[in-house]
Structures are given as C-alpha cells and as structure tokens.
C-alpha cells in the first residue's frame, strides 16, 4: 500500500513538472502511469482506462492552477483569450466525457496511444505553426474550444498539446501561450472530471473510495505532490533548452505508446 501510494506521489511530481514546462498539464504521464498501477491492483481490465482519464482529468484541477498562477506573475496569461474560449472548451469536454464512458477500455487505450504518437511526433520535429492570423471571433473560439476539450476528455490531457499551436497560429507568442494554456486547463479539467463522474455514477463495479470514474487516492497522491512540482516546471521553462527537452520527452512517449499498443494486441 505504501508503495502504491508513493508511486501515486511520484507520477504527481513528475506532471506537475511537465505542466509547467511543457504545458501540457501532465495527463499523457498519468494515463499510461495509473494503468499500470491498476493492473497491480487487479482493478477489472474493463475500468481502468475510464479510471485513468478521469483521475488525470480529476488531477490536472489542481495542476492547472498551480502552473497558470506561476505563469501568471510572470504576466504569460492572455486571460481575454481564456474568457472567449471558455464556454466551448466546458461544453466540449463533459459531452467528451460523457461519450467516453460508452468505448470500451480497448477503444480508448487504441485512441490515446495514436494522440501520444502524434504529440511525440510533434514535439520531436518541433515545428511550429506559423502566426498567420488573428484569433477567431466567437463562433470559431466556441467551436475550437468545443474541438480542444473533446478530444483532451478522451485522452485525459489539460490540452496544451492542442491549444498551445492554435495560440501560436494566431500570432501569440511561445511563453504566452503555454502559460494561456495553463489556465484553459483548468476548465477542461473542471468539466472533465464533472462529465466523468456524471458518466460513472451509476456504474456498481468500480473499486472503493471512487466518485464516479474519479479514483480518490490516486487524485490525492498526484494532486498534493503536482501543485508543488508546477511552480518548479515554469521556472524550468524560462531558463532551459526547452526544445532539447521536448525531443527528449518524445522519445520517452514513443515508447511509452508502441508498450501500450503491444499491450492491446
């Protein structure tokens, strides 16, 4: 027991890391991190993906909040940007949620090992898109942010490996726009975890101390341990090679999705 519980702590702190380095809210660390340690537990095979997302998503609350208020000081939040996207990114991600709950744990590990593909693919070319606009007007922000949570709920990520391009796109700079990012994570995790717990609470199988899909004492394991790591991972952000880092961390994905995909085959 006390060595899932540190495992849970050590996977906090390695997120809260990466959420303010990268912005990318920890959730591509969680998932693969609790499916394992689920398997350990003997947590029927048919839960533990909806379990993940949802803790991830669950967690990334207190993330978020931590690493925008860190980037924040720094004066890296566009919060006008926060206020136009809001509304599409919480509708987004609780129907996303919702519909989750009804793929199967096969379904789901076949999606996110794809995204983890992609983002480690995007982050070991680096490439960014050029700004060659102005950010959209309220139905293109309502309908991005729509796209944005979607897809975050059923990968259980803050979004900033969607949302950090599109800000970039429209002419925000890097630092900006993952710290813009942070705090977009936070209603993505808000409605996330609501969507997961409306989903699950019906659901008669799932382990004790669970809320819905929301399995507390992993979120309270990786919670505590992320908000202090967060702060650490912005200051990281604004002194190292992010770029080197970046390729670095992709490789590790790499691995981390073909382990995954071996798994489901």
């Given at each position: 027991m006390i060595t899932t519980i540190l495992l849970?702590?050590?996977?906090?702190?390695?997120?809260?890391?990466l959420a303010g380095l990268f912005g990318i809210g920890g959730g591509l660390v969680i998932v693969p991190m609790l499916l394992y340690v689920f398997s350990l537990m003997n947590i029927p095979v048919e839960l533990t993906m909806h379990l993940a997302l949802a803790t991830s998503m669950a967690s990334i609350m207190f993330t978020s909040v931590s690493s925008f208020w860190a980037h924040h000081k720094r004066g890296a939040v566009?919060?006008?940007?926060?206020?136009?996207?809001v509304f599409g990114i919480l509708s987004g991600t609780f129907l996303g949620a919702c519909f989750a709950s009804s793929m199967s744990t096969s379904v789901?590990?076949?999606?996110?090992?794809?995204?983890?593909?992609?983002?480690?693919?995007?982050l070991l070319l680096n490439k960014k898109p050029k700004p060659g606009r102005?950010?959209?007007?309220?139905?293109?922000?309502?309908?991005?942010?729509?796209?944005?949570?979607?897809?975050?709920s059923l990968v259980g990520i803050g979004g900033g490996t969607l949302s950090v391009p599109f800000m970039l796109w429209c002419n925000i700079n890097a630092h900006h726009a993952i710290g813009t990012s942070a705090a977009i994570g936070l209603p993505i995790a808000v409605a996330g975890t609501v969507g997961y717990i409306f989903s699950g609470w019906g659901v008669t199988t799932l382990p004790d101390y669970s809320l819905g899909y929301v399995y507390f004492p992993a979120?309270?394991?990786?919670?505590?341990?992320?908000?202090?790591?967060?702060?650490?991972?912005?200051?990281?952000?604004?002194?190292?090679?992010?770029?080197?880092?970046?390729?670095?961390?992709?490789?590790?994905?790499?691995?981390?999705?073909?382990?995954?995909?071996?798994?489901?085959?």
């Amino acid at each position: 027991m006390i060595t899932t519980i540190l495992l849970y702590c050590g996977v906090g702190g390695i997120a809260g890391i990466l959420a303010g380095l990268f912005g990318i809210g920890g959730g591509l660390v969680i998932v693969p991190m609790l499916l394992y340690v689920f398997s350990l537990m003997n947590i029927p095979v048919e839960l533990t993906m909806h379990l993940a997302l949802a803790t991830s998503m669950a967690s990334i609350m207190f993330t978020s909040v931590s690493s925008f208020w860190a980037h924040h000081k720094r004066g890296a939040v566009h919060w006008d940007v926060v206020k136009k996207i809001v509304f599409g990114i919480l509708s987004g991600t609780f129907l996303g949620a919702c519909f989750a709950s009804s793929m199967s744990t096969s379904v789901l590990k076949v999606f996110f090992v794809f995204f983890l593909y992609f983002v480690a693919t995007q982050l070991l070319l680096n490439k960014k898109p050029k700004p060659g606009r102005e950010l959209p007007g309220f139905s293109g922000m309502f309908a991005t942010g729509n796209v944005i949570g979607g897809i975050s709920s059923l990968v259980g990520i803050g979004g900033g490996t969607l949302s950090v391009p599109f800000m970039l796109w429209c002419n925000i700079n890097a630092h900006h726009a993952i710290g813009t990012s942070a705090a977009i994570g936070l209603p993505i995790a808000v409605a996330g975890t609501v969507g997961y717990i409306f989903s699950g609470w019906g659901v008669t199988t799932l382990p004790d101390y669970s809320l819905g899909y929301v399995y507390f004492p992993a979120l309270l394991g990786i919670a505590a341990v992320s908000i202090l790591t967060a702060p650490l991972g912005v200051r990281l952000a604004h002194s190292l090679p992010v770029a080197r880092l970046k390729r670095i961390f992709s490789l590790l994905l790499y691995v981390v999705a073909t382990k995954m995909l071996l798994g489901v085959l």
